[in-house]
């Protein structure tokens, strides 16, 4: 059975999840890095929030982990190298607090247009400063929405109902999505000219840190409001401060900030600042959902493989894992055949799609491919690290999705490319099972079995006959046997053999004693 360990606070209803889902699960909370550290060699999952660090000195002693959740969006607390360098699939849960987080945004921007802290403390205090609060209405102003992703679709969308003019900044943004969300699309230096209100929704990653800095806020209109409920960094607190204390920037909400937890900063008891503890996930509503997420996505990954929201590997949704599945068997079959099969150092792996399976994401296919090649020579190879190993052996990784017509309706082939050899492998399915169908030059049909022999033999009478009577001396069964060889009466051919029982190295090596045969490999899958 699976075992998870839920190692930050969270909704009782991911420990209720993975108990349903057959998983066990412990709720240890507040370790120490030492103490996680300790325990963690027990967990195949782990799911977290922002306290727990997954250190790469945690991953090292993470010996049967498989998969780290974030129950949220933001993963700076998880090492992702050393994870992928571990073979550990991370992932978060970007949807769950999506809601939450925009609607935080919004109500930031309302405080910001009437002052509402200020003159709530100035209320509280007796004071009656009808006058000193002077607010701006939010109809027809211009908002800059910097990402319209996911949150930041959300917010665009209740910006549109306020009769907001918005105008959107995204690498990803197509002109056809923004006439969808009833925006215009502008470059950043449109938007940092033209908004009036600027509200920010991307990953801090080098492109986007400090992108509110003295230069962007130059460009800026006078009086312009800038509000961050995404990730601290993104605004250069300092550049912020010279802006607010000139009146450049007419008021500032932040939720997020670059060092936290803030319990100082040199913005607070700015009297143009608004500021909350990083509140933007922080309803009861938002804490369901990611605990939910979390558990959701990982009992569907270690039950059924299922990879959903994850960073450091194609993902895989439930919708499309029945429809993937028999093409990855197919996939993992052919890449462990010819892995087992080859002996050169690998120069270039080129992995192929033709047919109905083109239609479909092949990039989960072309990882378990490549994993089951390189399984026979490095231990500790998966679907996760695959990529990386691969780069680090001087490997080059190709896959290529072909419109050629096939002989069938569907085609996977690998050719891996050595320094002395070139060996080459094709397969379909036929009933969803995965077939074999060229081996190098040879053409056959194949189906695999757990124990199956490769035979290389010179295309001469009588071999069949002297594997058959030696199989039978030494009881051991045939349950098929294929036969192929090389086009134009080349004089090589391939067997292919499966067999009920496990077969000796001292057989194995009087098979290749016989009369033509010039290789033998037992095949295990």
Partial sequence: MPKVLISDKMSPLAAQIFKDKNIEVDVKTGLSPNELAEIIGDY????????????????????????????????????????????????????????????????????????????????????????????????????????????????????????????????????????????????????????????????????????????????MKDGVFIINCARGGLVNEADLKIALDSGKVAGAALDVFAIEPATENILFNHDKLICTPHL?????????????????????????????????????????????????????????????????????????????????????????????????????????????????????????????????STFLSIDIIGEHNHTHIAGTLFQDEARIVAVNQVKLEASLSPNLLFIKNEDKPGLIGELGKFLGDHNINIANFHLGREPNKSGSAIALIAIDQDISNANIAKIAEMNSVTEVKILKF
């Fill in 44 to 219: 195949d999952g782990l799911a977290i929030r922002s306290s727990t660090r997954v250190t790469s000195e945690i991953l090292a002693q993470a010996k049967k982990l498989k998969v780290i959740a974030r129950a949220g969006i933001g993963v700076d607390n998880i090492d992702q190298n050393a994870a992928t360098d571990h073979g550990v699939i991370v992932m978060n849960t970007p949807f769950g607090n999506s809601i939450t987080t925009a609607e935080h945004a919004i109500a930031m921007m309302f405080s910001l247009a009437r002052q509402i802290p200020q003159a709530n403390s100035s209320t509280h205090a007796g004071k009656w400063e009808k006058s000193k609060f002077m607010g701006t209405e939010l109809t027809s102003k211009n908002l800059g929405v910097i990402g319209c992703g996911n949150i930041g679709s959300i917010v665009i969308k209740r910006a549109v109902a306020l009769q907001m003019k918005v105008l959107g900044y995204d690498p990803y943004l197509t002109e056809a999505r923004a006439a969808e969300l009833g925006i215009k699309k502008v470059s950043l230096d449109e938007l940092f000219t033209q908004a009036d209100f600027i509200t920010l929704h991307v990953p801090l990653i080098e492109s986007t840190k400090n992108i509110i800095n003295k230069e962007t806020i130059a460009k």
């Fill in 280 to 408: 933007g996930a922080s309803t009861n509503e938002a804490q369901e959902n990611v605990a939910v997420q979390v558990a959701e996505q990982i009992a569907n990954y270690l039950n059924h493989n299922i990879i959903e929201n994850s960073l450091n590997i194609p993902s895989v949704s439930p919708e499309d894992a029945k429809a993937l599945n028999p093409y990855l068997k197919l996939g993992e079959a052919l890449g462990s055949f010819i892995g087992q099969i080859s002996d050169d150092r690998i120069k270039k792996i080129k992995i192929s799609y033709q047919g109905k399976v083109t239609k479909l994401n092949t990039k989960p296919i072309t990882a378990l491919t490549l994993k089951s090649i390189l399984t026979p020579f490095i231990e500790e190879v998966n679907i996760v690290n695959c990529h990386k190993i691969a780069a680090k052996k001087s490997i080059l990784v190709e896959d290529i999705i072909s419109n050629e017509r096939s002989d069938y």
